[in-house]
């Protein structure tokens, strides 16, 4: 049997779009698995036959698995975001909230991006647009269980994606 996972959204979308092979393969296969069903109805265009499915993935946490990261002290609020750091993933969208804050509310904050820098550029541009915020901190790519720690000592997640079918830690 041929299974696919679906995951990406409108890029998803858009790809399918432009590749009658990736239609074909769609159509071709025993079943074709969403996250979401905002993200099946993205590419019922596409369907051919009833072989479309939704599931909702995800595994309970154990607390053991997640490691102590090291953060500035407890007295603001911690926001989080997690992902590589791209312009689908709106890091962009974060920033521009965070500077539309009133200082004294924007200073109540401590705002944490972590993920794999997976456009330079883009990254170089949200460091610079964020120099002169003390509370901004890039954080970079970090294995799996030190993103668990963060997810863990935040108090706000963001997920300003502008095309995932909300991550995983959600």
Known sequence: PTIW???????????????????QAMEDADTVVFASRDTESKYNKFAKKQNYAMV?????????????VKLSPRNKMRVMQVGSIESRKGQDITIKAVQSLPPDLQDAFEFYFVGR??????????????????????????????????????????????????????
């Open 56 to 68: 909702h993935y995800g595994s309970p946490i154990s607390k053991n698995n997640i490691s102590t």
């Open 117 to 170: 820098k997976h456009d330079v550029n883009y990254y170089n541009e949200l460091v610079e647009k964020t120099a002169d915020l003390k509370n901004v901190h890039w954080v970079g790519e970090v294995s799996p269980n030190e993103a668990l720690g963060y997810i863990s000592e935040s108090d706000v997640i963001v997920c300003a994606s502008r095309d995932e079918s909300l991550p995983v830690f959600i």
């Open 5 to 23: 996972m679906i995951h990406e959204g409108n890029y998803g979308q858009a790809m399918t779009e432009a590749n009658a092979a990736i239609q």
